[in-house]
């Protein structure tokens, strides 16, 4: 079961953490970054925040579960959702706690082939016909090549 847009709006609304909070769609389910970060994962209306010592600290009861079949155990939020105050204090510190992200390779540095490379391919390409004959009357012809004989050197 996919998770309702509905559920991602009041997730929202409790976190009263306007701009700030921010969720992106991914496979069916969400992500929710505070300050360019992954704090939680939203699954089958569900909330799971990423663990963190801090997170573990300011939760009363806590429940470890995975968001989905293979992951890591995340700390479900079920009682959290009710309280802004809570919710607000588990993801900031939650995001406070997190590294920030890897910056991303740009593209066109890995898409670019060196010219080099490109250039001695060709040559090997080329080669490589030149040593095959193309047809069986090639071959032919290249072993049918008449041979004269070698003249034999004069004296003076």
């Not at 009363?60 to 995975?66: A, L, T």
Request: charged share 25%; glycine share 2%; proline share 9%.
């Amino acid at each position: 079961m996919a998770t309702d847009a509905d559920f991602i709006e009041y997730v929202h609304a409790q976190a009263a953490l306007g701009a700030a909070l921010a969720s992106k769609k991914m496979f069916g389910e969400y992500a929710l970054y505070l300050d360019d970060k992954v704090v939680a994962l939203v699954c089958d209306n569900q909330v799971f925040l990423k663990p963190t010592t801090p997170g573990r600290a300011l939760l009363h009861e806590v429940i470890e579960q995975p968001p989905y079949p293979g992951a890591k155990p995340h700390y479900l939020l079920a009682d959290a959702l009710e309280d802004t105050d809570t919710l607000q204090r588990l993801l900031r510190a939650t995001a406070d706690a997190l590294p920030l992200p890897k910056p991303k390779k740009t593209a066109t540095k890995a898409a670019k082939p060196a010219p080099a490379k490109k250039a001695a391919t060709k040559q090997a390409v080329t080669k490589n016909v030149a040593k095959k004959p193309a047809t069986k009357k090639a071959a032919v012809k290249k072993t049918a090549v008449k041979k004269t004989p070698a003249k034999k050197p004069t004296r003076s």
